[in-house]
Nanobody, 121 residues
Framework: QVQLVESGGGLVQPGGSLRLSCAASGSRFSINAMGWYLQAPGKQRELVATITGSSSPNYADSVKGRFTISRDIAKNTVYLQMNSLKPDDTAVYYC???????????????WGQGTLVTVSS
């Protein structure tokens, strides 16, 4: 079984920065793309950023130029550096990974438990 554990959320003032981390653990698996999604109160979950197995990033228009996604393949970890945070960025942030398990070669979409980011003065 593969698990994702996020960390790094918290309370930050507008204009501030936070760095989220998400580490995958388990056995007999490999990870393809990873990503971050957010869900604000009363709204649907939406894409923030994704990164491919070759570390090519993709961003939602709302975070371009402010957020940076990166990954450490050896550590099965993905990061989200969030700068110039706005109150509208307040949400629960979820990590996602496309996982292939061995030896059965199943393809799974795995989600973390979420970490709360609150941007407020």
């Amino acid at each position: 079984q593969v698990q994702l554990v996020e960390s790094g959320g918290g309370l930050v003032q507008p204009g501030g920065s936070l760095r989220l981390s998400c580490a995958a653990s388990g056995s007999r698996f490999s990870i393809n793309a990873m990503g971050w999604y957010l869900q604000a109160p009363g709204k649907q979950r939406e894409l923030v950023a994704t990164i491919t197995g070759s570390s090519s990033p993709n961003y939602a228009d709302s975070v371009k130029g402010r957020f940076t996604i990166s990954r450490d393949i050896a550590k099965n970890t993905v990061y989200l550096q969030m700068n110039s945070l706005k109150p509208d960025d307040t949400a629960v942030y979820y990590c996602n990974a496309g996982v292939e398990t061995y030896p059965d070669y199943r393809h799974l979409a795995v989600w973390g438990q979420g970490t709360l980011v609150t941007v407020s003065s």
